[in-house]
């Protein structure tokens, strides 16, 4: 699990400090809570209200900004308040509690270029980073709503990013038989509050399989050439990637050959049109944009 960081920001108001953390945490929603009895849902408001010198706490995005009474000055008590802060965040405990009943799961689904894979996209947040399963044994203790698909016999793999999942079948059924049931089924699932993902035990083994490890292990010896892959794959490439339901990560590139290689997770694996994209698209933005060091573009599926 990744270490949340803590850094104390001082504001135009000398009673109100804001505690960043280089992390989400909250999606889409801000909070403001005057009391402990206020703060019924969020378990770490309640714990920070326990210093009696706290007046109000405000939570929103990536930061907390806390409001303090006159009784004490920030320098004595903002490093402290920062431990606490940070011991709570890092032993994965929740921010908000929210009440699933309280939001609506609206889930609808979209075809992608790949006729075997359907994307199923969900009005909220369902994972931070990227999970692929290619069986149930790889899902095994990493999530709960993987295991629970693969007890469909028709499903080949499961993919995860952001607000959406991109299902594989197998040959064997049209997904015209059973799209709808099995998109009331995630929906049902993401409604009754159950987790997607163990992301502490998720992030230490499988995060993102082989795209992730690939990118990790490029991170501490990239050349200049292999930043302005990644740098023109993120910003031309990756969004349209992801819109069809899938992902696109460097994995190497060979400066004698000129060949850059890429994995392809999700709806990009396997799909039948890769090729074209490839050739037609990935392959020429490379070689317009990098003067000729980039001749060929390979595909190692996830």
């Not at 206020?38 to 929103?60: H, M, V, W």
Request: hydrophobic content about 40%; aromatic content about 10%; glycine content about 4%.
């Amino acid at each position: 699990m990744n270490t949340i960081n803590i850094t104390v920001e001082p504001t135009k108001n000398e009673n109100i400090v804001k505690f960043l953390a280089d992390s989400t945490l909250v999606e889409s929603k801000s909070y403001e809570f005057s009391s402990y009895e206020e703060a019924g849902n969020s378990p770490l408001s309640q714990q920070l209200f326990q210093y009696p010198f706290i007046k109000t706490i405000y939570i929103s995005h990536n930061f907390i900004a806390i409001e303090k009474h006159d009784m004490i000055s920030w320098d004595e008590i903002q490093d402290q308040v920062a431990s606490t802060i940070s011991e709570y965040l890092n032993a994965n405990n929740p921010v908000i509690k929210v009440n699933m009943a309280e939001v609506p799961i609206t889930l609808y689904a979209e075809s992608t270029p790949n006729p075997a894979v359907i994307k199923f996209v969900a009005n909220k947040v369902l994972v931070e980073g990227m999970f692929e399963f290619k069986d149930k044994d790889e899902a095994d203790s990493f999530s709960p709503l993987a295991m629970e698909l693969f007890k469909f016999p028709f499903i080949q793999e499961v993919f995860f990013s952001s607000n959406y999942i991109s299902i594989t079948k197998k040959d064997f059924i049209e997904w015209q038989e059973m799209v709808n049931d099995l998109r009331d089924f995630i929906r049902n699932y993401l409604a009754s509050g159950k987790i997607v993902i163990d992301e502490a035990s998720a992030k230490n083994d499988t995060m993102s399989k082989k795209g992730q490890q690939s990118e990790n292990r490029h991170n501490k010896a990239l050349s200049d050439i292999d930043k302005q892959i990644i740098s023109i794959l993120d910003e031309y490439v990756k969004p349209a990637v992801e819109g069809d339901g899938g992902h696109i990560a460097f994995d190497s590139y060979d400066e004698d050959t000129r060949t850059v290689k890429v994995i392809l997770q999700g709806a990009c694996s396997g799909c039948p049109s890769s090729t074209i994209t490839l050739k037609n698209g990935i392959e020429s933005i490379l070689r317009e944009m990098l003067n000729g060091k980039v001749q060929t573009v390979e595909a190692i599926n996830g």
